[in-house]
């Protein structure tokens, strides 16, 4: 009788975010218990059961493998943007694609308390962190642009840029304060709220006609303690002043 051969682990799709999520698990523990100095790439392919040949096909350093999903996260947020109606809200459609950030460090609880201290202590982690949030802040961007464009909004290029920092803000906020109870407060009550807060702001903005000015450019300053609440309401409030009369 022949014996059907086995599927080689990371050999499908599904096998391949097996194996990442695997790394990465076994990179979170060995760095909180051994410290992220101490733990080699040897150490986390052999806790994981596979060798450091693997270890680099699907990460380039120690930092990438603590944000393991993010590209599966940003491949998501564009299905969304991809798939959403038309004639939908483009802020509620950007907000509901940062949602999955959200989602995905809800759903790995331990995983996301391990790598939030990390990113507080160790300095190339929290650059890393820093870099996945652009990441997706700039994908938000894209599709605001090209959405408010498509309105004919001759501020479209701004008003994306500003509306795609509140959201990432709004989110960053929510996640933190989430992370810093422990994963005891209700994430989705507050993203609904955050979220609102943004909406709310960018909902009055409409269309420009051809025929009107160029738009200036907005500065805010603000102090690093203001309130989300307060930071959305009064970039909002200057976009809208700012706009030709």
Do not use: C
């Not at 596979?50 to 998501?76: C, M, P, Q, W």
């Not at 969304?80 to 460090?105: G, Q, W």
């Not at 599709?143 to 840029?161: H, I, S, V, W």
Request: hydrophobic share 45%; no cysteine.
């Amino acid at each position: 009788m022949t014996e059907t051969p086995r599927t080689r682990v990371g050999a499908t799709p599904a096998g391949r975010r097996q194996l990442r999520r695997a790394l990465a698990t076994a990179a979170v523990d060995l760095f909180a218990a051994n410290g992220y100095e101490a733990t080699t790439i040897d150490d986390i392919a052999a806790a994981a059961g596979v060798g450091r040949r693997t270890f680099f096909r699907y990460f380039d350093s120690k930092d990438d493998v603590l944000f393991a999903n993010h590209d599966e996260i940003v491949a998501e947020m564009e299905q969304v943007f991809e798939t959403a109606d038309p004639a939908r809200d483009p802020i509620e459609v950007a907000t509901a694609a940062v949602s999955l950030v959200l989602e995905s460090y809800a759903a790995e609880l331990d995983v996301s308390l391990k790598r939030f201290s990390l990113t507080r202590t160790v300095p190339s982690l929290r650059d890393k962190e820093v870099a996945t949030v652009d990441r997706y802040q700039r994908v938000l961007a894209r599709y605001l642009q090209d959405r408010f464009a498509a309105a004919g909004d001759e501020t479209a290029t701004l008003r994306a840029a500003v509306a795609a920092a509140a959201i990432a803000a709004a989110n960053n906020h929510v996640l933190r304060r989430w992370l810093r109870s422990g994963g005891r407060d209700d994430i989705e009550a507050a993203a609904t709220e955050a979220f609102t807060l943004v909406a709310d702001a960018f909902r009055t903005s409409g269309a420009k006609s051809s025929g009107e000015t160029e738009p200036g450019t907005v500065v805010a300053v603000l102090s690093t303690a203001t309130p989300l609440h307060e930071v959305v309401t009064r970039i909002g409030a200057a976009l809208r002043d700012a706009e030709p009369r």
